[in-house]
C-alpha cells in the first residue's frame, strides 16, 4: 500500500536527526491530541463514525482523507465495529488489478488483521505466498523458507557465518524478497560490496515498497559520511549502517550520554542479535527523549517478524498506532518499510488494560500462514519476550479462575473480568496467586517463564471476549 505522505530526507543521513513534512506533522499532533484529551477523542471518533455510515450509505470512491480519519478513529477504538467493518471496506476498494503481488499481499494481510476469521482471505493469501517469487515452483519455495527460518534461528544464535549459508542456499533467482533477505545479513556483517552486488541485481524487478532502494542509498550516505568528517555519534551511525561492529562500539564509547547514545547502543546490540539487552536500550531512549512529550502512549518494542511483510504501515496498523509517529520517535526511519527481524519502538494509545509484562513483544495475535505447510494456525494472543524472574501482572482487576498446569500453556492463569471478558497468561515459571482470588489491575500473577509448547522465556498473553479469542492490541 501506498500511504499518504512523502518524506525528505535532511543532507547528512547518519546524523539522525530527522525532519518531518508538515503533513506529517500535522497527523503526528493530532494523534497526540486525541491521545490525551478524551473529550476531543470522543468529538473526532463520533464524527468520524457518522462520516463513515454516510460514505457506504452514498456508494462512493473512498478518499485519502477519509481512510486517514477511518484509520486514526480506529486506532482509539478498536473495538467499535463501524470503524471495523468501513476501515476494511476502504481497504478492499483499495485492491485493483494494476498492483503487484506484493502490494495486494499487503492490502489483503491488513484486511486479515481487521477480519482474522474470514476463510476467503486466507485462501487469497494462500496463492499469493507461491505466486510471489517469478517461476519458482511450489516445492522451491517451501524449501527456501525452510532454509530461511533455520538461518533466523542460528542467526539468533549469533552463528552468522553459518546463518549467510543458509541465507544464500535459499535464494530464488526471481525473488527480490529473499534477495533483500541476503542483503540485509550480509551489510550488518560488513559485507557490502556482495549486499550491494545483490540489490543492484534485482534492479529489473518491482522495488516492493522501495526498500531496494533505500538500503542501497543508505549504505551509500554511510560512506559518504565516512570519508568526510563526521561527528563521533555520526561516525557510531554510519559504521553501525555498514556492519562495522567493533568500531562502533569503540566509537559509541566516546560519545555522550543522552537519549542518542541509548538509541546506538541499542543498535549496536540489535545487530548482534541481543534482543533483550536492545530493548532495555530502546526504552531507555524513549523514556530520555519522549517520555515527557508522550505521557499518554505505551511505548513497545517489536522484534518485526517475516509475516509483517517489511511494512511499517501494517506494523502500525498491528498496534493501533500511527506510522508517522512511529518514524518520528525512531532515530532514523524515513521510509515505508522495516527490516525483518530488527527492533522498532512503537508507541500506541492505551485501551483500558495495563501492558501485563516487562519485555519486548516478538509474536502478535492472528491467523499465520506456515510457510513450509502451507497451513494457517490461529496465534491466540501476543508473545511477550521476557528475561527469567520477571513477573506478569493482572492486566485488569478480576477473578482468577484457572491456576494450574496445561501441556501447551504450561503454568497458567485464567481471570475473568466481566460475564463474557476473561485474559489469559501462558508459560509461566512459577504461579503467585491460587484458583478464587479476587486481583487488582497490575498485582503480580507468575513469574513469566518457559513452560509448556515453548521454545524461550516468554509470556503468552490472550484475551477471550463473547467466547473468542480477540487480539489483545484492542485491550491493552
Not at 530527522?18 to 497526540?32: E, K, P
Request: charged share 20%.
Amino acid at each position: 500500500m501506498k500511504l499518504k505522505y512523502k518524506w525528505f530526507l535532511p543532507a547528512l543521513m547518519v546524523s539522525l536527526q530527522w525532519n518531518l513534512s508538515l503533513s506529517a506533522q500535522a497527523d503526528v499532533s493530532t494523534f497526540l491530541k486525541l491521545s490525551r484529551d478524551p473529550s476531543a477523542q470522543r468529538t473526532f471518533t463520533n464524527r468520524v463514525v457518522e462520516s463513515v455510515k454516510n460514505w457506504s450509505a452514498q456508494n462512493s470512491p473512498v478518499s485519502a482523507a477519509q481512510l486517514e480519519d477511518t484509520r486514526l478513529a480506529f486506532n482509539f477504538l478498536p473495538r467499535n465495529p463501524i470503524l471495523r467493518q468501513k476501515l476494511a471496506e476502504m481497504l478492499e476498494s483499495q485492491l485493483n488489478t494494476g498492483l503487484s503481488p506484493q502490494e495486494t499481499e499487503l492490502i489483503q494481510t491488513e484486511l486479515l488483521n481487521l477480519e482474522p476469521r474470514n476463510e476467503a482471505l486466507r485462501l487469497a493469501l494462500s496463492k499469493l505466498l507461491y505466486s510471489k517469487h517469478g517461476k519458482a515452483s511450489p516445492a522451491q519455495i517451501k524449501h527456501s523458507h525452510t532454509l530461511i527460518n533455520d538461518a533466523f534461528n542460528l542467526w539468533d544464535e549469533q552463528k552468522y557465518d553459518a546463518a549467510l549459508r543458509l541465507f544464500r542456499q535459499a535464494q530464488l533467482s526471481e525473488s527480490s524478497e529473499f534477495a533483500v533477505l541476503l542483503a540485509m545479513h550480509l551489510r550488518d556483517r560488513g559485507q557490502i560490496a556482495e549486499a550491494r552486488s545483490i540489490l543492484e541485481k534485482q534492479s529489473a524487478a518491482p522495488d516492493y515498497l522501495n526498500m531496494r532502494q533505500g538500503m542501497l542509498k543508505r549504505m551509500q550516505r554511510a560512506e559518504n559520511s565516512l570519508k568526510g568528517a563526521p561527528s563521533e555519534s555520526e561516525k557510531t551511525a554510519a559504521q553501525l549502517e555498514l556492519g562495522q561492529i567493533q568500531a562502533a562500539e569503540s566509537a559509541w564509547k566516546n560519545l555522550p550520554d543522552s537519549d542518542l547514545k541509548h538509541w546506538l547502543k541499542a543498535k549496536l546490540l540489535e545487530k548482534q542479535a541481543r534482543y533483550h539487552e536492545a530493548a532495555v536500550q530502546y526504552q531507555g531512549y524513549y523514556r530520555m527523549k519522549w517520555g515527557k512529550a508522550f505521557p499518554d502512549l505505551m511505548p513497545v518494542v517489536y522484534k518485526v517478524q517475516l509475516e509483517d511483510l517489511n511494512s511499517l504501515d501494517l506494523v502500525a496498523l498491528k498496534f493501533r498506532s500511527s506510522p508517522d509517529l512511529i518514524r518520528q520517535v525512531n532515530e532514523g526511519l524515513d521510509q515505508d518499510w522495516l527490516e525483518t527481524y530488527r527492533m522498532v519502538v512503537v508507541p500506541m494509545p492505551r485501551h483500558g488494560f495495563s501492558w501485563p509484562t516487562v519485555g519486548y513483544v516478538s509474536s502478535h495475535f492472528g491467523y499465520r500462514l506456515h510457510p513450509i505447510r502451507a497451513t494457517w494456525r490461529l496465534h491466540e494472543g501476543v508473545d511477550i519476550e521476557t528475561l527469567p524472574g520477571i513477573a506478569a501482572s493482572a492486566a485488569s482487576s478480576g477473578q482468577v479462575i484457572q491456576s494450574a498446569y496445561d501441556k501447551e500453556c504450561g503454568n497458567m492463569i485464567r481471570m475473568q473480568h466481566a460475564p463474557q471478558l476473561q485474559t489469559v497468561y501462558c508459560h509461566g515459571e512459577k504461579l503467585l496467586v491460587p484458583k478464587g482470588k479476587a486481583v487488582s489491575m497490575g498485582q503480580a500473577l507468575m513469574i513469566t517463564g518457559n513452560t509448556g509448547a515453548s521454545a524461550s522465556n516468554h509470556l503468552h498473553f490472550a484475551v477471550r471476549w463473547q467466547g473468542q479469542y480477540t487480539d489483545p492490541m484492542d485491550w491493552l
